[in-house]
């Protein structure tokens, strides 16, 4: 059974920076993609990025494209997010996410993950 625990989260100012990462435990992530989502009160889950099993392979929201930069560390099993020029709208609960999925690809869609974290709370506001 995997656990993801996320950190990082705060508040930052408009134009700011945060850094997120998951910790994960109970199994090797050889055979996990991973992801990224958030949720903004009053709307619907959004996957923010992911990355393959491997890290070949991407996916970044047009939302976040050139701000945001996902990356993992099998050996640590972590994921990290990094994010960049954060804007007032991006204020929501982000979560990391697991799919099992040892392809080189990775899916935007919550209804593929299987295990998540508790999320961590983002805050951009002056």
């Known amino acids: 059974q995997l656990q993801l625990v996320e950190s990082g989260g705060g508040l930052v100012q408009p134009g700011g920076s945060l850094r997120l990462s998951c910790a994960v435990s109970?199994?090797?992530?050889?055979?996990?993609?991973l992801g990224w989502f958030r949720q903004a009160p009053g709307k619907e889950r959004e996957g923010v990025s992911c990355i393959s099993s491997r890290g070949d392979s991407t996916y970044y929201a047009d939302s976040v494209k050139g701000r945001f930069t996902i990356s993992r560390d099998n050996a640590k099993n972590t994921v990290s997010l990094q994010m960049n020029s954060l804007k007032p709208e991006e204020t929501a609960v982000y979560y990391c996410a697991a799919e099992g999925n040892a392809y080189s690809y990775c899916s935007s869609s919550e209804k593929e993950y299987d295990y998540w974290g508790q999320g961590t709370q983002v805050t951009v506001s002056s």
């Open positions: 109970g199994l090797s992530l050889d055979y996990y993609s």
